[in-house]
């Protein structure tokens, strides 16, 4: 498992019946939640907002690049 850091009382939690955590939270800023989202790298699917898994799927691709 992996752990995000928030400071919202918002956090919704619960898993799935295929075995997947589901996590919901609100945000502001995404920049250090796309940092926690990509260190448990494939592990983490984001489902929405489209935004932020464009952002994360961008980083992921970069590093793949990068270390091709």
């Not at 955590?21 to 790298?41: C, H, I, M, T």
């Amino acid at each position: 498992g992996f752990f995000i850091a928030t400071h919202s009382t918002r956090l919704n939690a619960s898993f799935e019946a295929e075995g997947r955590y589901l996590l919901e939270l609100p945000f502001r800023d995404d920049r250090e939640l796309v940092l926690a989202l990509l260190s448990p790298g494939r592990a983490v699917e984001v489902l929405s907002p489209v935004s932020l898994r464009r952002k994360v799927r961008a980083e992921h691709a970069g590093a793949a690049a990068i270390n091709a």
